[in-house]
Nanobody, 121 residues
């Protein structure tokens, strides 16, 4: 069984910064890709940023230049550094681990429980 545990959310003023962390635990052989999604009330869950095992990254246009995703493969952990936060960044942020290989041949996809990020104006 694989679990993702997120931390680092909270309340911050516009222009401030937060750093989210997500650690995967359990029987893990390797993780192909990890990422952060967010969902605000009345909206669909959207991709914020993703990173492959090799370090290739992609970002939503709305966060480019402000957010930075990184990962520590040895710790099975992904981070999201969020700078210059705006009120429209307010959402529940979810960690995702895609193709978590629990053996050499089998994998699962996992989601964290979500962490609230609130940016006040």
């Amino acid at each position: 069984q694989v679990q993702l545990v997120e931390s680092g959310g909270g309340l911050v003023q516009a222009g401030g910064s937060l750093r989210l962390s997500c650690a995967a635990s359990g029987s893990i052989f390797s993780i192909e890709a990890m990422g952060w999604y967010r969902q605000s009330p009345g909206n669909q869950r959207e991709l914020v940023a993703g990173i492959t095992r090799g370090g290739s990254t992609n970002y939503a246009d709305s966060v480019k230049g402000r957010f930075t995703i990184s990962r520590d493969n040895a710790k099975n952990t992904v981070y999201l550094q969020m700078n210059s936060l705006k009120p429209e960044d307010t959402a529940v942020y979810y960690c995702n681990a895609n193709r978590v290989f629990t053996t050499r041949w089998t994998y699962v996809d996992c989601w964290g429980q979500g962490t609230q990020v609130t940016v006040s104006s």
